[in-house]
């Protein structure tokens, strides 16, 4: 498994872990947990995709990151019990495996390694959120689109003979929550990047074709 908190152990530490979680099943827009829950436990999805969401005090949705195979949330709980900060709804059915504070104790106490992956993890997770707020004041809608789409393409894309083929199964609201714009604003674009020959889009998929002119605009 691709897990920072896998890949910092040999392979018999990695199977004896994974032992110690609990597997979730989810259906396709089944919640995990929304924000407010308590937690003190960490996840990682081996199969399928998650969206992770906040909701404002008027209703409004801000999507905070889409996760897929191999990736982790949820450890902040670990650390700092309390509320959850977000609800985690599955974009597609999804398998995930949960680690409480009570299992995980014992390794960051014995394996300093793992304590090392979730520190890194949690430092990635910071970084993100402050090229996210930078962007969203120095960057336009097309220029933080294009950059959400290189993201979801370097985690989530095929190469193939026409191009990136990333299939992200958000729908066009979602893809406008995770860069905090209009759906209107995105569509057009989108739409502008297909004319141009950039992208050509499918349903909750894009396939790109001009990654260098993308990675330009992203910018």
């Known amino acids: 498994m691709r897990a920072p908190l896998f890949a910092a152990l040999d392979v018999e530490a990695a199977a004896a872990l994974k032992s110690s979680m609990d597997e979730r099943r989810l259906l396709k827009g089944e919640v995990l947990f929304s924000e407010g829950d308590s937690g003190d436990r960490l996840y990682v999805v081996t199969e399928g995709k998650v969206k992770l969401s906040h909701s404002s005090g008027d209703g409004r949705e801000t999507l905070l990151a889409v996760m897929g195979e191999g990736e982790m949330f949820g450890e902040l709980s670990l650390f700092d019990p309390g509320p959850r900060t977000a609800t985690v709804t599955a974009l597609t059915d999804t398998t995930a495996l949960g680690l409480g504070h009570a299992a995980l104790r014992p390794w960051l106490t014995g394996r300093p390694e793992v304590a090392e992956a979730l520190l890194q993890a949690l430092a990635q997770r910071l970084r993100r959120t402050n090229e996210a707020l930078s962007d969203l004041v120095f960057s336009d809608v097309p ?25 992200h199964d ?50």
Do not use: P
């Open 143 to 167: 220029g933080r689109v294009a950059k959400a789409l290189l993201d979801l393409g370097e985690r989530f894309g095929q190469v193939r003979a026409d191009g990136l083929h990333v299939t």
């Open 170 to 219: 958000m729908t066009q609201e979602e893809l406008a929550q995770l860069v905090g714009a209009s759906r209107e604003t995105v569509n057009k674009a989108l739409a502008d990047f297909a004319s141009r020959g950039w992208l050509r889009l499918e349903s909750r998929s894009v396939v790109l074709i001009d990654i260098e002119r993308m990675q330009r605009r992203a910018r």
